[in-house]
């Protein structure tokens, strides 16, 4: 069999390139290399360890639901989805972590000096983005951290939620890569950040988003590359 030109090869893999990279991974603390974010607090205001952690993506780009109210309190926080406000649902897509805040005191930040500290964030890993099959979520898209003081997302429970740290539009997508870093974000001695949220009475996630968790989440609970 003749050999395929070099054209035809070319495009071939022009076709496949974007799908290539279908998966993007938030790196949130680079201890030794840049900073730790620390400083996740419950609802006292006290940085905690234990709690769990996600993101919420702007799907549409048009600004958080949450400004206008809290969220409402959902049935599975494990679980991702749409979250409402004021009962209806929104196009802020929750994705958890599959992780919880720890205590990085005995670690140092790219300046070999400030240490980091208890209610830290590391790494969510694996999640799918366009143009993969399934995904919800589009690099380029705002999101933001949230975390549970609680271990559920009942209506009255408290939560917190950070939209960006460095500056507006630090927190975004990347458009693909294995670990993209925010730890400069959190550089130096980061300040409580107090769970300062009340879930309200409302709708639960989409459920038909249930099966996006399956769906490349595999790699949530794989530790990240020291």
Known sequence: MKSLPAFVVAACLACIA???HATVSLQFSEPFSSGIASGFANAAGTPTNGMAWGIVVDTGNNGFSSSGGAYNSYATPTVAGFLSVGGVLTDDYFIPSGAVTSDFSAQLEGDFTTHGGAGTIDTISAIPVTPTSGAVVSSGEAFGLIWLATSTANTGDKYGFLTHSGGPASFVLPT?????????????????????????????????MASLSLLGFAGLFLRRRR
Do not use: R
């Not at 993209?180 to 038909?208: I, L």
């Open 18 to 20: 974007p799908f290539a």
């Open 176 to 208: 693909d890569g294995s670990f993209t870093g925010f730890g400069s974000d959190f550089t130096g001695t980061d300040a409580a950040k107090p769970a300062s949220f009340t879930f309200t009475a409302g709708t639960v996630p989409e459920p038909g």
